[in-house]
């Protein structure tokens, strides 16, 4: 297959780029300062395509926005999405208060309940305020706009400092289709979903089974490959709407269109994740883990994974320092099988460590290349052929000022 | 069986309390200034019991010791022990250093090289520079004495800001018998040995099977049940030496005498752990995770590690903010059993949350017990009988301070 054929370009319009998506997002009183709640909407039901966190304690609007799928056709119109305040460990009172978010949703747009989906992020252990989360639904319909995307992007951070978003454009069955997604991270990042929101928007037509399993698959090639610190949250979410109003004709698994869309879509979500990472908590660096000659992919994720978690080598690079001993001391508590005489080690191009321990480290080299904001480690295990990426950022002192005190 | 039977008394000396041992420490260049090599001698043969990393990247001293071990006839009479290089990741030329390093202080101290164990603990990746190495080593024996442990504590420290000594005293069939032990942390620690040595003594008589089984299942209780950071290094160990020279008779398996030494050697073990984990790199508190109420110990471990290893509950301590959310949180992604609606919590004896999400936490009563330097966070998972506990620290921006730049 040539390359042309899986083409897509890069378009501006994040999650309201695609056709029949509208999104707004206002301030109504949760938070000190900024946006805190968001909605965005599908002209016509979308097919849904949902994935949560695996954490065993669920934010109630997790436990609610199971229920509505379970209990749904398939489809979704809206999703309200609140920042400030994750509604988690609140008990039959955060229960209420999730029900009511979709019922006022549900009422405000006038579209049957089950066509809501709700989500919340932020303080874990407070009870919603009801009355300015109320307020704040009345007001979002009057407010969606096809370029809204930016506003939603921006009511759904936390600690973020930045939107996130993300659109391409490309053609299925020769008609223009558009895929767009925001995102919010910051802290809490870790694979398997961590306070991670996820909304992604697409005007293709897709059989809502297909959609779930491409999506599924793709989370775990994205956004459960990113780690700021390894804790894994009560309330993460990613949701793909897809509401076939480009008009396109319906994808079907196997077909070059929906490897296409595949490809496009992965990239979207990679994009998303790296941004996530980027703007973990206090990070100053993009942290990219490449391990490739595994045994086998699980195996290179594995090793990926435990560098990328690692404190040490997070605050190495931070202080720039090719402390290097540390990255080969977090593959060897991975817990995969392998021979540290065959690793091989390089950062940003720079060789520096070759087999049999050969220490070729150019120290001047090496800080130079770690002067960058894109820090690439290669780990080469030469024990096989399989390969994994993962992504993170350093750790600064930042992360630990902003963390400590989260709540004030 | 009383109280009474297992007592023992605390006392001054560290390693060097027991009868029959000395040490010393000095500085031979391997650092910029303090001292840098440590030397622990038994002044007849003594029974060994080691435990070694789990890392599958083993430093050469790691290596050689577990071949001089298993070739050796279960006694040893020397322990040398340099900080400010871990000798690790170094191939041939570590390994030709870490044999030269036995070599020396057999020559020095005229025992066979079967006798002697070596240690190493600081940078990874850096040759040892064997010039100061040896002329430390043969300065060492000039220098021991029974009054050495504190020098050889200090001697043993990398970021460190204070030397580990602990010392009991208990009888054995009626004759004092003593058990001291230095250590030495602080980050890179996690259980399963992270980098972390840790040297004891006895003049207790125990043969040495039962010593190794003894101390294997004490490390586990103790050292296994420690974390700064997470990650387990490639340096560790912990070694135990019985020389009998209490005169006291020799221990044997299931008698009160054993259970008092067992319960001895745990003390000091524990001590020594919670100083670790109380001087964790940037540390400011000490930090006790009990879990209780588990359906197994090992479920109540994976527990109380996951909230100990937590970044996000460790920061909120050191900011001295009751973000207990967090707490629950790491619970519920800790891979065990459990129904969160059970939970009770509780920080310092202030009770923060009861079953079914009872929040009743008195922030002012919370922010008073977090001032504390030590914290003891209370999880009772009402699921069953076991429990375990596990110590940490906070993470400061000093941990991310001395850790951005460790090599310079």
Redesign the interface.
Same mark, same amino acid.
């Given at each position: 297959m040539s390359e042309a054929i899986l083409e897509f370009t890069e378009i501006d319009g994040g999650i309201t780029a695609p056709n029949g998506f509208r999104a707004s997002g206002v301030y109504c009183g949760i938070r000190k300062v900024k946006k805190d709640i968001a909605l965005i909407t599908s002209d016509v039901p979308a097919s849904v395509a949902a994935v949560f966190t695996?954490?065993?304690?669920?934010a109630a609007p997790v436990v609610v926005d199971k229920l509505l799928l379970k209990q749904g056709s398939g489809t979704c119109s809206a999703i309200v999405v609140n920042s400030g305040n994750?509604n988690?460990?609140?008990?039959?009172q955060?229960m209420k208060d999730a029900w009511e978010m979709v019922k006022a949703t549900s009422t405000a747009l006038q579209i049957p309940e089950a066509e809501v989906l709700i989500s919340s992020t932020g303080?874990?252990?407070q009870y919603l305020p009801m009355d300015n989360v109320r307020q704040g639904i009345e007001q979002l319909p009057f407010l969606l706009s096809e370029e809204g995307s930016n506003d939603a992007a921006l009511a759904i951070m936390t600690t973020d400092t930045y939107a996130k978003e993300v659109a391409v454009l490309l053609e299925v069955g020769g008609v223009p289709v558009r895929i767009g997604g925001i995102a919010k991270g910051s802290?809490?990042i870790?694979p398997?979903m961590a306070t991670m929101l996820a909304f992604l928007s697409t005007d293709a037509n897709v059989p809502q089974p297909l959609l779930q399993k491409t999506f599924g698959r793709l989370i775990d090639r994205s956004f459960n490959r990113i780690s700021v610190?390894?804790?894994? $949250?009560?309330n993460d979410m990613a949701v793909l709407l897809a509401n076939g109003m480009s008009g396109a004709p319906a994808l079907s698994e196997g077909t070059v269109d929906m490897k296409r869309f595949t490809t496009a879509l992965e990239f979207v979500l990679v994009k998303l994740a790296k941004m996530i990472a980027r703007d973990g908590e206090g990070a100053t660096k993009l942290v990219e883990v490449v391990v490739s000659g595994a045994s086998s992919e699980s195996q290179a994720l594995m090793a990926a994974r435990s560098v990328a978690? $690692?404190?040490?080598v997070k605050?190495?690079i931070?202080?720039e320092?090719a402390?290097?001993?540390?990255i080969?001391?977090?593959?060897?508590?991975a817990g995969?099988?392998?021979d540290?005489?065959q690793v091989q080690l390089s950062l940003n191009g720079v060789p520096i460590?070759e087999k049999?321990?050969?220490?070729v480290i150019d120290e001047a080299k090496a800080k130079d290349a770690f002067a960058s904001e894109n820090i690439t480690i290669k780990i080469n295990l030469n024990q096989g052929g399989e390969s994994a990426t993962f992504w993170t950022c350093d750790?600064?002192?930042e992360?630990?000022?902003?963390?400590? $005190?989260?709540? $004030?």
């Open positions: 695996l954490n065993k304690v669920l994750a988690a460990c609140t008990g039959e955060g303080v874990i252990g802290g809490m870790a398997n610190d390894g804790d894994t $949250s009560t978690n $690692s404190n040490l605050t190495a931070h202080g320092d402390n290097w001993g540390r080969l001391c977090a593959v060897g508590y995969i099988v392998f540290p005489a460590l049999n321990y050969g220490i750790l600064s002192k992360y630990v000022h902003i963390n400590a $005190s989260y709540r $004030s």
